[in-house]
């Protein structure tokens, strides 16, 4: 999502500035690519970039093809062939032995249709909800639909995708489908995409403040929970989205976790971390994470138990203590990656090893 909402941010600019902007998104794959389907870049007529659709060696190509589909006003697709050794006759040295299609689409400054790429893309990061984007190109010719929504198409294209995306929705996973329309081939990308990750930190100490930091660099959203007004300040935690000052029980009314929401315990205040930790126990959390030894965990469950609240083998699964992968990490910075590369293993329900190690591609097979 963290690209996503970068790319608004940057067509947003553009328009106050007057300038004229393009998307380009990777639409399909065959074999092995940098960036897989979904993955955006925004173009504006100064040549600025933001986002990414590959390694870095399909930019400059790209930023070409996207000043001419500005230039011309029109929607482009464009065939990356990298499986030929000698790629270098493309002028651009990818190497990834692999063919990537990219959709090339001119934007409207200050556009107000709400089918429009850019309003969809607001739309997607908006809510807390699983959407999907739907990008739809012709294998042949240039009738292409760009990035639009289900209601936008045509009913009989409607009628043939509805399917599609809601297996989409229900698996979690993005989908391509081809249809016939008008006597020629279409091809449909659905992108299944899931809100941001949320990160509640509940305490507001120094060591707090990388991992907001982090977090927010990941494009997470971020929730700042303390007892201490001097503590959960908007000048120590500037980009956090929110900040719930109170005991336990007050902090934990303002909450609204989600089955995306990752809660870090961190007050070093052992007496606020019980309280706390009993009052998450009412939400279905797929990460608490706790910080401080095995031991600190083991009393903090034993506490509870004796107070009559206790946690079901499941929810146990949950919580994370001590929190963070075995990075060897000893400053806060460092314990910050520790904690929100774990956090990204259990949402992203993978298990941290050494890719070296990965007999399998690196990314599930392209579609």
């Not at 007999?359 to 579609?367: C, G, S, V």
Request: glycine share 8%.
């Amino acid at each position: 999502m963290k690209e996503i909402k970068d790319i608004i941010a940057a067509y947003d600019a553009a328009c106050r500035l007057q300038q004229q902007t393009a998307l380009a998104t990777v639409v399909h794959v065959e074999g092995s690519s940098y960036r897989r389907p979904g993955a955006r870049m925004l173009v504006n007529e100064t040549g600025a970039l933001t986002g990414a659709i590959s390694g870095g060696c399909l930019e400059g190509d790209a930023l070409k093809k996207a000043l001419l589909a500005i230039h011309q006003n029109k929607k482009k697709i464009v065939v990356y062939d990298t499986t030929d050794e000698d790629d270098a006759k493309l002028g651009i040295q990818l190497g990834c032995n692999g063919i990537v299609s990219i959709l090339f689409e001119p934007l409207v400054i200050f556009d107000t249709n709400e089918n429009a790429p850019i309003a969809l893309l607001r739309k997607a990061v908006a809510g807390r909800n699983p959407s999907q984007l739907i990008c739809g190109n012709a294998l042949k010719g240039s009738k292409h639909f760009g990035t639009t929504s289900l209601a936008a198409l045509p009913s009989i294209i409607q009628d043939q995708l509805t399917d599609s995306l809601t297996k989409a929705t229900a698996t979690e996973k993005s989908d391509h489908v081809i249809i016939t329309w008008q006597g020629e081939e279409h091809r449909f990308f659905m992108q299944a995409l899931q809100p941001s990750i949320q990160l509640i930190i509940v305490g507001a100490g120094n060591d707090a403040i990388p991992l907001a930091q982090m977090a927010d660099l990941l494009g997470w959203d971020v929730v700042i929970a303390d007892g201490r007004k001097t503590h959960a300040s908007p000048q120590r935690f500037p980009i956090a989205n929110a900040l719930f000052i109170g005991t336990p029980d007050e902090v934990a009314d303002q909450l609204k976790p989600d089955m995306r929401t990752a809660v870090v315990l961190m007050t070093h205040n052992y007496n606020y971390d019980v309280a706390m930790l009993a009052t998450l126990k009412s939400f279905a959390l797929p990460y608490i994470g706790l910080l401080g030894p095995a031991d600190k965990r083991n009393r903090l469950l034993h506490d509870l138990e004796m107070q009559g609240v206790t946690f079901s083998s499941q929810q146990r699964t949950a919580i994370y203590g001590p929190t963070g992968l075995d990075l060897g990490a000893e400053t806060a910075t460092e314990i910050a990656l520790s904690v929100t590369a774990e956090i990204m293993a259990v949402m992203h329900q993978t298990t941290p090893n050494y890719l070296r190690e990965k007999a399998l591609p690196i990314h599930a097979a392209a579609i």
